[in-house]
């Protein structure tokens, strides 16, 4: 399977792409300009399935040259690496692309407490979501501390208006750590708690490699954290 992969430098991303290639698939990854991988073997380790694609987030030339040939895509932005206003036009990007070269599988790395989850999310969970942005806020830019979610929600919305075979995973707090298999996807019984980003890739490659889960949105955690 080939899967292209938009998130960049993020946490999640990362694990997709060398999860997928340890696992034999060949990946494309979309890298901005100036990133720099943080073990620069990669490229000579998996030189045969690894396609890097260098290129501005905006510019759409690149995600047809990323999706083209592709049997799907994995969608997972962060804050740390994709300013939350960018999460949105991303999606469109993406989405616009897969219609041009006819890749109609997706994955949507969101997070817990988007879209219809919001309703589950514990205090806890919340404030690891947003605090960055309550600082931001506090210092009188325009992020709001709601706008993590926000975005997520947006982005998941902007998928759900696609005739697209989708599945989106909801991480809860997303920490680092190994790989470990273990752990919680469900619809409704996530309220809280963390995961890995290794685990969180985990979750994602084995959605596309047993084509599981498809139209379908899950809360992913170690624990269930049930009141």
Known sequence: MRIAVVGGMG?????????????????????????KLADPSLET???QVL?????????????????RGSDAVVV?????????????????LVQRAMHRT????????SAHGSGDSARRLDWELWARLNINQLFY??????????????QYSEQERVLLRDQ???????????????????????????????????????????????DMDVDQAFSIAYSSRVA
């Open 11 to 35: 946490a999640v991303a990362r694990e997709v792409a060398v999860q997928a290639m340890e696992a034999g698939h060949s990946v494309g990854w979309l890298l901005g300009p100036d990133d």
């Open 45 to 47: 380790d998996f030189p």
């Open 51 to 67: 396609t890097i694609v260098r290129g501005a987030w905006d510019d759409m030339d690149k995600y047809d040259e990323l999706l």
């Open 76 to 92: 997972a932005l962060d804050l740390h690496h994709t300013p939350a206003e960018r999460f949105r036009p991303t999606q469109h």
């Open 102 to 109: 006819h890749v109609e599988r997706i994955i949507l790395v």
């Open 137 to 150: 806020s506090l210092l009188g830019t325009r992020a709001l501390c709601w706008s993590v979610v926000a």
């Open 164 to 210: 697209l075979r989708h599945t989106v995973l909801r991480p809860a707090a997303v920490v680092d750590g190994p790989r470990m298999g273990t752990y919680l996807a469900s619809p409704s019984h996530v309220y809280g708690g963390y995961i890995s980003a290794a685990d969180v890739a985990d979750c994602a490659i084995k959605a596309l490699e047993n």
